[in-house]
């Protein structure tokens, strides 16, 4: 088949006729699909039902290796194993780890939010700074950019590349300016592209030389584990390049277990350094006296301190896999022939990242969810959803079944080559 | 025996020196005996076992009332039957109900934090008004206290009677003064005194006319189904008064099974308005995905969504009594007898407060400590740690073995009686 872009009109026409033909074919079937969210399937989370119900009767299991008994008040650093088991996750020592709630996302927020009343280690609050920025790599994680939406710190877009953000402009940002107080970063299967930070990337990360003393990398690891294939993908230490950089204090890495046990009553933790913690642990110790300690204690039984994740997190990879492979599938097929768009195929994380022609991304969403095909809003991967060239969609095929996920593909490159039809028909 | 401030000098002088001798006696036995915190104790742990080891292995227990998985992301204002049960304990309805983590307190710093950098329903956000302020009856909890300090709020001493804060001083500044934000209650066996505000002290407070719109009453109804005794007391419901006062939106009520379940491992939740409710969550919904719903799901299915609670709450009061009743035996016996201070019977809650003669509680609690009894820090029940008449002394017999109070007690009347007669004798 010839690509869309060297079409004559006439063809473009006989295509969109066959195209709405075959729309309004999935129109008529009421369908209610959905690839909006990065969500485990229910398949996933019976994966770890025996964490559920292993067994804690035993007082030798409850009292902790500090002594401290996880069913009482105390310890809101958070139990000595659980911080093993995170750390394990990330490659960092136990003692780099403070261990939060159920919710990294939560944790990025107190931290965001911490700044704003009271500053970083002694700096003067956010709240009292003028015109404070944040730097955020998009396409990026909607939640992430809300945050700091939500207290109204100016984001500043920085281009992505698949060896990550644009890092002369991180540096000439972070560098220069006093006011640009942090970055947001998914630096492994980024959120929503599936890009791995290169190795040059972190060791620039690592060696910034920020304007404000209170600027902190927001290095969310949220898919450290998360691998879709055999193939391990490994990303430097930026806790150990950090100290060698002479820049200790610079990084706050987010990690939980949401993706790995259950997405909402997992554990999660910071790793950072001791000055860092210390600091928030100041006001932490005036917000809560700890958290659940006894779900830390669950997921340690479960997870040998974290010794059985990469075990488990294969049985994870085996049921998303063949749901990304579909999407793909469907994308060579029928995207592929006629030039109507690009993607990366992902190694791990939870998404594909479908780049249409400029100024078809909205559309497409729109087309889908007429026909039932609920996707990520367009712009969401955007600050303040804006995407500047409506091209970017992000696909989340985890939480379907297999043969809705067939269906649901089949059914957005339709509306993925409609859209380019239309588009290209206005011109 | 003759009352203390009724003995001659040469009396006390006698009385110093075989106080002196037992005092003594106790320091040789290198003791390490806690009464300061409100901890409940290994064997009131124990009682809820079962809540850690209850099958959830069935899906369609795993499937909540409203079609939601309990361990899939979603969920942010608590699964329905959570709800129900946090209701159930201060005779909310479930729709009032907003569920957070496993810490009330978590939630009232949060509260705080929000309104802050915020603002409550619309209105400034407190960090950009000047000199707000907080009403914060006293002798109260020593957390909230921490709160408002913590973020630099003014905090002024309401006197506390068995009948409540002083509501003629309440109503002085919440009607006139705009910069008055909240005030801090304990409404039903008060930390630490284990007063029951009134009907009529309940009654007034839902009938403020506060000069501020954003002044809301932090209701921590912490103790509100934790009796020691079978007789239940009861207090009006504020949500209800509220409404029929035309003050539907002013009040935070805050619940949480910490001292039900497990203190570290336990549901909390806030009652309110839906105005207010709907205010909190367009920030919870940045700030989270949802809080642990398998927890609150474990909680429903030991408690029978709360139907359980009065029953098992039978089972601590059996483990508590016997300790409130022998710290109140020591007192009785060795106290009353000189007259060196006054206590209150609590028919509920965690504590019993001991008011010295003025200027004794730093003295004894630095006695108690130098024999080995830690007791809660003096001044600890008041704003900024400031006990104006140094007579105050918070006693938390909950955590530790009953023998281990009794000899306690023992060790605390003598250091009452001591520093009593130095006050004396100084004067």
């Known amino acids: 088949?010839?690509?869309?872009?060297?079409?004559?009109?006439?063809?473009?026409?006989?295509?969109?006729?066959?195209?709405?033909?075959?729309?309004?074919?999935?129109?008529?079937?009421?369908?209610?699909?959905n690839m909006a969210r990065g969500k485990p399937s229910t398949e996933q989370l019976d994966l770890a039902m025996d964490l559920l119900n292993n067994v804690l009767d035993e007082r030798d299991i409850i009292i902790m290796s500090n002594g401290l008994d996880a069913r009482n008040y105390g310890g809101l650093e958070g139990i000595p194993e659980a911080k093993q088991l995170i750390?394990?996750?990330?490659?960092?020592?136990?003692?780099?780890?403070?261990?939060?709630?159920?919710?990294?996302?939560?944790?990025?927020?107190?931290?965001?939010?911490?700044?704003?009343?009271?500053?970083?280690?002694?700096?003067?609050?956010?709240?009292?700074?003028?015109?404070?920025?944040?730097?955020?790599?998009?396409?990026?994680?909607?939640?992430?950019?809300?945050?700091?939406?939500?207290?109204?710190?100016?984001?500043?877009?920085?281009?992505?590349?698949?060896?990550?953000?644009?890092?002369?402009?991180?540096?000439?940002?972070?560098?220069?300016?006093?006011?640009?107080?942090?970055?947001?970063?998914?630096?492994?299967?980024?959120?929503?592209q599936g890009y791995v930070y290169s190795d040059e990337t972190v060791r620039r990360f690592a060696n910034l030389k920020p304007a404000a003393d209170d600027f902190r990398i927001f290095w969310d690891n949220a898919y450290c584990v998360h691998y879709l294939y055999d193939e391990v993908v490994e990303i430097p230490n930026i806790m150990d390049l950090c100290a060698k950089a002479g820049n200790p204090d610079i990084v706050?890495?987010?990690c939980s277990t949401s993706k790995v046990s259950f997405a909402g009553g997992g554990i999660a933790g910071m790793v950072s350094s001791r000055k860092n913690i210390d600091d928030a642990l100041v006001s932490m110790a005036v917000q809560t006296i700890s958290h659940d300690k006894i779900n830390q204690?669950?997921?340690?039984?479960?997870?040998?301190?974290?010794?059985?994740?990469?075990?488990?997190?294969?049985?994870?990879?085996?049921?998303?896999?063949?749901?990304?492979?579909?999407?793909?599938?469907?994308?060579?097929?029928?995207?592929?022939?006629?030039?109507?768009?690009?993607?990366?195929?992902?190694?791990?994380?939870?998404?594909?990242?479908?780049?249409?022609?400029?100024?078809?991304?909205?559309?497409?969403i729109q087309l889908a969810k007429e026909a039932g095909v609920t996707m990520t809003g367009a712009g969401a991967p955007f600050p303040y959803h804006k995407d500047p060239k409506d091209s970017c969609i992000r696909i989340a095929p985890s939480y379907p079944h297999l043969d809705e996920i067939v269906l649901a593909a089949d059914i957005f490159t339709v509306c993925v080559r409609l859209a380019t039809v239309e588009k290209l028909l206005e011109a």
Chains 1, 2 share one sequence.
């Open 87 to 192: 750390a394990s996750m990330v490659g960092a020592k136990p003692d780099q780890v403070l261990l939060h709630g159920n919710s990294s996302l939560n944790m990025m927020y107190d931290t965001v939010s911490r700044a704003m009343t009271h500053g970083i280690c002694g700096g003067t609050p956010w709240m009292k700074q003028e015109g404070i920025k944040f730097l955020c790599p998009a396409p990026g994680y909607d939640r992430h950019f809300a945050i700091t939406e939500h207290f109204g710190i100016e984001m500043i877009t920085i281009p992505m590349s698949p060896e990550g953000p644009d890092m002369d402009m991180v540096e000439k940002y972070v560098n220069n300016d006093p006011t640009v107080k942090g970055i947001w970063c998914v630096p492994k299967f980024s959120n929503p």
């Open 297 to 364: 204690l669950r997921h340690c039984v479960f997870f040998e301190n974290g010794k059985k994740i990469p075990e488990h997190m294969k049985k994870h990879a085996e049921i998303l896999r063949p749901k990304f492979e579909a999407v793909l599938k469907a994308l060579d097929r029928d995207i592929t022939p006629v030039g109507a768009g690009t993607w990366v195929k992902p190694l791990g994380g939870y998404f594909i990242t479908f780049e249409t022609m400029d100024g078809c991304a909205k559309r497409t």
């Open 1 to 33: 088949m010839k690509q869309y872009q060297e079409m004559a009109k006439e063809e473009l026409l006989k295509e969109k006729e066959s195209l709405e033909a075959a729309y309004k074919e999935y129109q008529k079937r009421d369908l209610h699909l």
């Open 252 to 254: 706050f890495e987010f």
